[in-house]
């Protein structure tokens, strides 16, 4: 995917190079569409497939609850955690394996989970 990104960097600079209205900007915006969509559609394939994986081989999956916000304060971190699409892939897994996957809040310690019975061990401490 980083080849399909470089590209659509390389494309919207050309774009933006472009005069407005000319056949030549035509061309080039039909080109970041086509990357955008290839973009995507590696991100959609790669999400399906980690996710019907992990349905047909695990019997149980907990999702913990992550504050995806503040990790992208690390800018160096932003864009892949903002690709992996955390809520689609939570989606895609609780539709793939209906009552195998459910989400883990914070617990605190000594609680347990009211879905699965699983205790707050399982979280490492702060």
């Known amino acids: 995917m980083?080849?399909?990104l470089r590209r659509l960097r390389r494309a919207n600079k050309a774009l933006a190079?472009?005069?407005k209205r000319s056949a030549n900007r035509g061309k080039a915006v039909r080109r970041v569409?086509?990357?955008h969509l290839k973009v995507a559609d590696q991100q959609?394939?790669?999400l399906?497939?980690?996710?019907?994986?992990?349905?047909?081989?695990?019997r149980a999956i907990a999702v913990e609850t992550l504050n995806v916000?503040?990790?992208?304060?690390?800018?160096r971190l932003?864009?892949?955690?903002?690709?992996?699409?955390f809520g689609e892939f939570f989606r895609q897994l609780a539709n793939k394996g209906p009552g195998t996957a459910h989400?883990?809040?914070?617990?605190?310690?000594?609680?347990?989970?009211?879905n699965c019975a699983a205790s707050a061990a399982w979280s490492t401490p702060a």
């Open 33 to 35: 569409g086509r990357l």
């Open 103 to 114: 989400r883990h809040g914070r617990p605190t310690a000594g609680t347990r989970c009211r």
């Open 44 to 46: 959609a394939d790669f």
């Open 78 to 85: 932003a864009r892949a955690i903002l690709d992996l699409g």
């Open 17 to 19: 190079r472009t005069q």
């Open 2 to 4: 980083s080849t399909a």
């Open 69 to 75: 916000t503040g990790m992208l304060i690390n800018r």
């Open 48 to 58: 399906h497939k980690t996710t019907t994986r992990l349905a047909g081989s695990k």
